[in-house]
């Protein structure tokens, strides 16, 4: 295999795992918000106080991408799994302009991708748009701007400090669930603590298939019950029909109460048409 084959493949490998462990971060991160915060969830009766949900949710965010960055997958990479995070790397120029390209676009398509499962979610994940990163009412654009300013400036400056120092450096995946649980606490009210663009993207996409979800089930649905209607329908007929015919025929009752169905459909002409 030549050089230049060598380095294709390897940036093959490269991309593929930030699509995959991208995938992996959207799936089980969304996950999480989705079970903590949507409704019928158990959480809720379980966890009332929206604070400590919030710590918890925040907590098992965290701990997704560290054991992401923990996994195979994360070690070929290095388990960026955000933009951000890529476009500080290459900022500090860890990452030439087009490996970070490549990692950018495969974040993008893995966040897509990992999206789609959210959808079993069904009415649950509906509740909360999947997970979806939304600003909170009454803050204003800059405000919520300013908010993810903050976290996402937390979470690269975090990683460049342990990056930084090498005995803190095996420790890096650790960092990330208390780091979560603390901005998730106290930012997630604000902007959502995305703090990671293809996140944000995975979320949004899912809100018009969530609509089209609810048609397509409520078509459905419709279709049942008008099937199951006029199933009910037709026995109710049935048995008033069969309730008739015992009014009827009195006489034509057997020893153990029953209705001789036969006897009852040899009556007269002004007897109802027997029906079984």
């Not at 918000?33 to 949900?53: C, H, K, W």
């Amino acid at each position: 295999m030549s050089q230049d084959q060598a380095s294709r493949e390897h940036r093959r490998q490269l991309y593929l795992s930030e699509a995959i462990g991208t995938a992996l971060l959207v799936l089980g991160g969304l996950s999480v918000v989705i079970f903590m915060f949507g409704a019928g969830s158990p959480m809720e009766r379980l966890l009332p106080s929206v604070v400590l949900r919030r710590m918890v949710t925040g907590f098992l965010f965290g701990c997704v991408g560290g054991s992401i960055a923990l996994s195979q997958v994360g070690k070929v990479s290095g388990a960026h799994i955000n933009p951000a995070v890529t476009l500080g790397f290459w900022l500090m120029q860890r990452l030439d302009a087009r490996t970070a390209i490549g990692y950018v676009c495969a974040q993008l398509v893995g966040a897509a991708l990992g999206s789609l499962p959210l959808l079993a979610w069904g009415a649950m994940g509906r509740s909360v748009d999947f997970g979806a990163t939304v600003p909170g009412e009454g803050y204003m654009t800059m405000e919520v701007l300013l908010g993810e300013v903050v976290t996402t400036f937390a979470l690269v400056a975090g990683l460049c400090i342990f990056i930084g120092f090498r005995g803190l450096r095996r420790f890096t995946p650790f960092l990330m669930p208390p780091l979560y649980a603390v901005m998730v606490t106290l930012e997630t009210a604000l902007s959502g603590t995305s703090t990671n663009p293809a996140h944000v993207r995975a979320g949004a996409h899912l809100r018009p298939l969530g609509r089209l979800v609810d048609l397509l089930g409520w078509s459905t649905g419709g279709r049942a019950r008008r099937d199951c209607g006029v199933q009910l329908t037709r026995a109710a007929n049935r048995g008033r029909e069969a309730l008739s015919l015992r009014e009827r025929s009195p006489a034509h009752l057997s020893s153990d109460g029953r209705l001789s169905m036969i006897e009852s459909c040899s009556g007269g002409s002004s007897d109802p048409p027997c029906r079984i």
